[in-house]
């Protein structure tokens, strides 16, 4: 069984070979000029882990545009240049704001405030699942995990969600 954490990841990720991604200022990385022309829904993923955001993007181009983002700053900025993405992968601890607040902001915004969140974390504490639920996230997923699990749950809150969004719009 194949579990992923950031620690774990370096060895994994070079096994793997992941598609490389187009960078960008700040570690912001942009979706390249091919898949803009497919016009591929987008997922925003922030996460402070540069193993994490290179390993977990490869596991949805097949579905999705990946735009990774190491810091709440970074994911501010984008999502105020950008149409609303399908949904958003939110590690909770963030070097500038922690992952929580920038889903309380996401949640007070009437742009995102029906963007799906999957928040992720390598603390394992009911407490913190539970304040993230209360929050307003659609999901929590412990690191490590396994990669079809967050495949299937990102999968489940985006369809959950597309009508919302296409409501919003």
């Known amino acids: 069984m194949l579990l992923l954490s950031c620690q774990k990841l370096p060895d994994f990720y070079q096994k793997t070979k992941a598609a490389a991604l187009t960078p960008r ?5 942009v979706p390249s000029k091919k ?3 497919t016009m591929k829904r ?5 996460d402070d882990c540069d193993m994490m955001r290179r390993f977990l993007a490869p596991i949805f181009k097949e579905a999705y545009e990946v735009v990774a983002v190491g810091n709440a700053m970074d994911a501010l ?5 950008n149409p609303a993405p ?14 929580i607040d920038l889903l309380r902001r996401l949640r007070n915004n009437k742009a995102w405030d029906k ?22 996230a659609n ?19 985006a369809q959950k ?3 919302h969004l296409k409501a919003a719009a």
């Open 115 to 136: 963007v799906p969140v999957l928040m992720l974390s390598g603390v394992k504490d009911v407490e913190r699942r539970w304040q993230c639920i209360e929050a307003g």
């Open 161 to 163: 969600a597309t009508p």
């Open 35 to 37: 898949s803009l022309q």
């Open 25 to 29: 200022c700040r570690g912001i990385f």
């Open 86 to 99: 399908a949904s958003i992968l939110l590690d909770y601890q963030l070097p500038d704001i922690a992952g």
């Open 77 to 81: 900025e984008w999502l105020q240049q």
């Open 139 to 157: 999901d929590f997923l412990a690191k490590p995990f396994h990669p079809k699990e967050l495949s299937l749950r990102v999968n489940m809150i």
């Open 42 to 46: 987008t997922i925003l993923l922030v």
